[in-house]
């Protein structure tokens, strides 16, 4: 079975441009959330989906971040503009949603450099 | 809020040592508990999980009980490896969080030969 799938895994942009990350779920689960992990602040929680609709957003920081999960099988998270302070490695993560809650499946993540 | 404590790492150990890390929660209700280990490159795994006061989650060696009384959710293992080298981070999930993990802030381990 393949795992959570996510791109890129490297990412180094200039201060104001647009930066997009993809994740694709594995099949069949339900949850899907997006975490965000620095040094400074740990894991967050940015903002989670369940059945492709989101539930909680309420730990995206600002204006500038966006996530969607247009269908079963993909969800993006977008940056625009995007700052240093953005500068973070971004997980996704699935659950089937007939676990029990907080067994996660996580991806490789996205590292993100913003100059 | 519900909230995570970890001690602060790095840990580095020799190999076949007893590892400790401790971690302790506060959290409305009665919360689940884990572990996840998060290998250099890599997202994080579960390693273990405790869904009510008194159990005992235990993969790979690894151990943890949860206790209510302390709020605390120490990991434990008996011999360490150069393999165990990671991060861990101890996570809850209450009956308050919905469908959340709170994370601690993650405990990195190094075991030297």
């Known amino acids: 079975d393949a795992g959570v799938i996510q791109s890129p895994r490297h990412e180094v942009t200039e201060m104001g441009q647009e930066v997009t990350l993809r994740c694709k779920p594995i099949s069949g689960h339900d949850y899907l959330f997006w975490y965000r992990q620095t040094m400074m602040r740990g894991l967050e929680l940015l903002i989670y989906f369940n059945n492709n609709v989101p539930i909680d957003d309420s730990g995206m920081p600002e204006d500038r971040f966006s996530a969607k999960m247009p269908n079963a099988s993909f969800s993006t998270l977008k940056i625009q503009p995007s700052e240093p302070r953005d500068s973070a490695v971004y997980f996704c993560a699935t659950l089937p949603g007939q676990r029990v809650i907080g067994e996660l499946f996580f991806g490789e993540g996205s590292r993100l450099t913003v100059l | 809020g519900n909230s995570v404590t970890q001690m602060e790492g790095p840990v580095t150990l020799s190999e076949e040592a007893f590892l400790t890390i401790n971690c302790t929660y506060t959290a409305t209700g009665y919360p689940s508990l884990f572990w996840y280990v998060q290998y250099p490159g890599e997202g994080l795994q579960l390693l273990l999980k405790a869904t009510k006061a008194d159990d005992k989650g235990s993969n790979k060696g690894f151990e943890a009980t949860y206790r209510k009384e302390t709020t605390s959710f120490h990991l434990e293992k008996g011999s360490v490896q150069v393999s165990d080298s990671a991060v861990y981070f101890c996570?809850?999930?209450?009956?308050?969080?919905?469908?959340?993990?709170?994370f601690g802030t993650g405990t990195q381990l190094k075991v030297e030969l």
């Open positions: 996570a809850l999930s209450g009956t308050g969080g919905g469908n959340k993990l709170t």
